[in-house]
């Protein structure tokens, strides 16, 4: 149980497009999802925190115009970074939380994305 | 605010030899800690938590971890280890919003 996934789990685009990244739980309603950014030998860092039917509450530096967030269900969210230039090439990792006051944190698998 | 320093990024055991991974924490409020394991190009799997109760946590894997109020501590131990150990760790501390705050990791490799 409490599996989630990522898609795609890879990704190369040119510089100034649009990616946007699935996060899903495939066996639990996510009451919050949260979004990491992980660069290599790093730490993860908090990117935003996404609520279903809510907007997304974004820490402290990140761009919100730069990194769309969307919580359409229990099941799904999704960030899209739009414009991409290379500096945002990075491994992006989404998290979920069953919610009803559980502080447990399921992670997917992550996407790496590249941009050239 | 919350934070957590590991001490070590890099630990290199023998198989067969006691795993011990270090983790600090600054919590303003009780903590929640958990460990979490990373292998290359995956995301993080839970080795175990602690949030109220028992302070010494068994997690999976044969690992375990004691929680040290006094020394604001959570370090990670594992009595044998196995080539399979070889990841990246992470420990991390809850906040009452349900963020986590990572620390830097700690690379672990296993000798033969």
């Known amino acids: 149980g409490a599996v989630v996934s990522q898609h795609p789990s890879w990704v190369i685009c040119k510089s100034g497009t649009s990616v946007k990244i699935e996060c899903r739980s495939l066996?639990?309603?996510?009451?919050?999802m949260f979004w990491y950014r992980q660069f290599p030998k790093q730490s993860l860092m908090l990117m935003a925190t996404s609520n279903e039917g809510s907007k997304a509450t974004y820490e402290q530096g990140v761009e919100k115009d730069k990194f769309l967030i969307n919580h359409a269900s229990l099941t799904l969210s999704t960030l899209t970074v739009t414009s991409a230039h290379p500096e945002d090439s990075s491994f992006y990792i989404c998290?979920?939380?069953?919610?009803?006051?559980?502080?447990?944190?399921?992670f997917g698998p992550g996407t790496r994305l590249t941009v050239l | 605010a919350q934070s957590v320093t590991q001490l070590g990024s890099h630990v290199s055991v023998s198989e067969g030899a006691l795993v011990l991974l270090r983790c600090n924490y600054s919590s303003s409020v009780p903590p929640y800690l958990f460990w979490y394991v990373q292998y290359p190009n995956q995301g993080l799997q839970l080795l175990l938590k602690?949030?109220?109760?028992?302070?010494l946590v068994k997690g999976i894997n044969g690992f375990e971890a004691e929680f040290k109020k006094s020394e604001t501590s959570f370090h990670l131990t594992k009595p044998s280890a196995h080539m399979s150990d070889a990841a990246e760790y992470f420990c991390a501390v809850g906040s009452n919003d349900y963020k986590l705050s990572f620390g830097a990791g700690t690379t672990v490799t296993v000798r033969a």
């Open positions: 602690y949030t109220t109760g028992a302070t």
């Open positions: 998290s979920a939380r069953v919610g009803g006051g559980t502080d447990t944190q399921y």
């Open positions: 066996d639990f309603q996510a009451t919050t």
